[in-house]
Nanobody
Framework: QVQLVESGGGLVQAGGSLRLSCAAS????????MGWFRQTPGKERAFVASISSGSRHTYYADSVKGRFTISRDNAKNTVFLQMNLLKPEDTAVYYC?????????????????WGQGTQVTVSS
């Protein structure tokens, strides 16, 4: 069992930055690929970024490439999402997720554990 807790969301002006954190419980965090997704009301959860267990591989949605950076600290059981040059369309609830059994990193059905989400609001 893995518990995930996101933090770092908030209100920011367009062009600003936020850093999201996701703290994981359990000793096997370093085994899991991790991902960030986001969701707005009435829409399906959308892939944002993912990182492999050893940080060797990262993937990003086209909409955030060059602006967002995913990273992790396995010693602290934490994954991060640094978000720069934020746009109003980045407004959403952001979720982190852990992938135990493998699958496509950009598909939410591939992830087994989810956090409760943190709200990010970007004003224009």
């Amino acid at each position: 069992q893995v518990q995930l807790v996101e933090s770092g969301g908030g209100l920011v002006q367009a062009g600003g930055s936020l850093r999201l954190s996701c703290a994981a419980s359990g000793r096997t965090f370093s085994w899991y690929d991790m991902g960030w997704f986001r969701q707005t009301p009435g829409k399906e959860r959308a892939f944002v970024a993912s990182i492999s267990s050893g940080s060797r591989h990262t993937y990003y949605a086209d909409s955030v490439k060059g602006r967002f950076t995913i990273s992790r600290d396995n010693a602290k059981n934490t994954v991060f999402l640094q978000m720069n040059l934020l746009k109003p369309e980045d407004t959403a609830v952001y979720y982190c997720a852990a992938q135990v059994n493998g699958g496509s990193n950009d598909q939410d059905r591939s992830y087994d554990y989810w956090g409760q989400g943190t709200q990010v609001t970007v004003s224009s």
